[in-house]
């Protein structure tokens, strides 16, 4: 159990059904598919009630042939109602995690760089170590991310015509001001603030229509990110609550988030290269930073690498029963 920014992380050290796929040649895609049709009872039976909850996230370590091209190990990332193909809260618990139970052969001191492949592309993570073990914070290098759309009217059933960026940051999101939904980031109820939100993904996949470089598996709205508006650079933070999957909540400012914001404001050269900003979750008040490092292409997009850092914590380790005569054995979501 290791949560960032107070976002949650179930890391399941192995999944043989998995490891078995890989080991048949797939890619790291089609292992995620594979995992969904034939293993997600897994998910399940971890993520949702009674061992889980709405809000919990996990992740799945694969090792041996997905982890090839270099990479130390692979992951698939599990929340409430499906897979992911990225997350940064999940990289910077799974850099730590990886150092500390032997999965890099060499660690170095002051800082050891971490290769994980994730289904949206090779990810590194640069995570303290000691010699003895790993700290905080955890930074990453993420894939190319980039502007999808600027400035898109999108018309949402009860709130009207609203104007959105997408931003891709190894996933896609929606960004908006909570204000043109007339809220606040800040100060606004929660439920309201996602109730929002979902609608705007909702109308968001009914007009637009998403295209990813490299795989069409990958051309999926994953949620909305409700801002505060402040996206001129800043040296103070600016503050978000991501509402991604079934209505679920991130609990920190969330790391592909971050990733895909940070590309929108380079592309609309409000930030410059190495230009870091502080980014605030409006649910536990958390902080992750971000920059942009570097600029390249992908497909016909310009796209950036951007670093993000945050700090991610050991709250325990769990070992779970399922016994085959519980009629509720493999979970319930409840909202």
């Known amino acids: 159990e290791m949560p960032a920014g107070g976002e949650p992380l179930r890391i399941i050290p192995r999944l043989e059904a998995a490891e078995q796929?890989?080991?048949?040649?797939?890619?790291?895609?089609?292992?995620?598919?594979?995992?969904?049709?034939?293993?997600?009872?897994?998910?399940?039976?971890?993520?949702?009630?009674?061992?889980?909850?709405?809000?919990?996230?996990?992740?799945?370590?694969?090792?041996?042939?997905?982890?090839?091209?270099?990479?130390?190990?692979?992951?698939?990332?599990?929340?409430?109602?499906?897979?992911?193909?990225?997350?940064?809260?999940?990289?910077m618990g799974l850099g730590r995690f990886a150092l500390d139970y032997g999965l890099v052969p060499a660690p170095t001191r002051p800082e050891t760089a971490v290769r994980l492949r994730c289904p949206c592309g090779p990810v590194t993570a640069f995570v303290p170590w000691d010699g003895r073990r790993s700290g905080n914070p955890v930074r990453f290098h993420s894939v190319p991310a980039f502007a999808a759309a600027t400035d898109l009217a999108i018309d949402v059933p009860g709130h009207g015509k609203v104007v959105v960026d997408i931003g891709y940051g190894g996933t896609f999101y929606a960004f908006l001001s909570a204000e043109q939904l007339g809220l606040d980031v800040c100060s606004s109820k929660t439920r309201d603030l996602v109730r929002a939100a979902s609608a705007v993904t909702e109308a968001v996949k009914k007009?637009?229509?998403?295209?990813?470089?490299?795989?069409e598996d990958l051309a999926f709205l994953y949620g909305t990110i409700l801002t505060d508006g402040k996206d001129?650079?800043?040296?103070?933070?600016?503050?978000?609550?991501?509402?991604?999957?079934?209505?679920?909540?991130?609990?920190?400012?969330?790391?592909?988030?971050?990733?895909?914001?940070?590309?929108?404001?380079?592309?609309?050269?409000?930030?410059?290269?190495?230009?870091?900003?502080?980014?605030?979750?409006?649910?536990?008040?958390?902080?992750?930073?971000?920059?942009?490092?570097?600029?390249?292409?992908?497909?016909?997009?310009?796209?950036?690498i951007v670093e993000v850092s945050g700090e991610a914590f050991y709250t325990g380790t769990a070992t779970f029963t399922v016994e085959e005569e519980d009629p509720l054995k493999h979970g319930f979501f409840f909202k």
């Open 232 to 304: 001129a650079f800043s040296e103070e933070p600016t503050t978000n609550i991501c509402v991604f999957a079934d209505e679920q909540v991130d609990r920190s400012p969330t790391g592909s988030g971050v990733t895909a914001r940070i590309a929108l404001q380079y592309h609309k050269g409000l930030i410059q290269l190495d230009q870091t900003r502080t980014f605030k979750s409006s649910t536990t008040g958390s902080l992750f930073t971000g920059k942009a490092v570097k600029a390249t292409r992908f497909g016909n997009y310009n796209a950036v």
């Open 21 to 91: 796929a890989a080991a048949a040649g797939l890619s790291l895609l089609s292992v995620r598919r594979e995992v969904a049709a034939r293993q997600d009872h897994v998910r399940r039976a971890l993520r949702h009630e009674p061992r889980g909850h709405a809000g919990m996230y996990g992740a799945v370590v694969v090792r041996g042939a997905a982890a090839a091209e270099g990479a130390h190990l692979a992951a698939l990332f599990l929340h409430c109602a499906g897979y992911s193909a990225m997350c940064g809260h999940a990289v």
């Open 207 to 215: 007009q637009f229509k998403l295209h990813h470089p490299e795989s």
